[in-house]
């Protein structure tokens, strides 16, 4: 067998391993969650997420907000008004969180 036979043959293999089919993964079909901040409120209070998703906060009130995980494992930093702050959904994120400026928002992250 030459060299060059040997080459084409390993060459036909790796294409065909790299021609396979890759299942889509949840990262990579990650969804973005809203919520809105109005009237010193989450809306809306509860959502369900998945890890690798991501969550958006909008602040449409008057005063700036934070959302902080209850366990203080996160947190958005301020807020200001007309402003959107991400975070990406992590494993064990499932959790109460509230505004650090005014404690009675509260909000829940449900993990799926």
């Not at 008057?62 to 807020?79: K, N, Q, V, Y």
């Amino acid at each position: 067998m030459t060299h060059r036979v040997l080459r084409r043959d390993v060459l036909a293999g790796m294409a065909a391993i790299f021609a396979l089919p890759v299942p889509p993964s949840r990262a990579s079909s990650s969804t973005v969650h809203e919520v809105t901040i109005t009237s010193f409120r989450f809306e809306p209070e509860t959502i369900t997420v998945h890890a690798g998703d991501v969550i958006r906060w909008i602040n449409k009130d008057l005063a700036p907000h934070t959302a902080t995980a209850e366990d203080f494992g996160w947190d958005t930093e301020e807020i200001p008004t007309d402003q959107a702050v991400e975070i990406k959904v992590k494993p064990g994120m499932d959790t109460d969180y509230f505004c650090a400026f005014h404690p009675h928002m509260k909000g829940h992250i449900m993990l799926e």
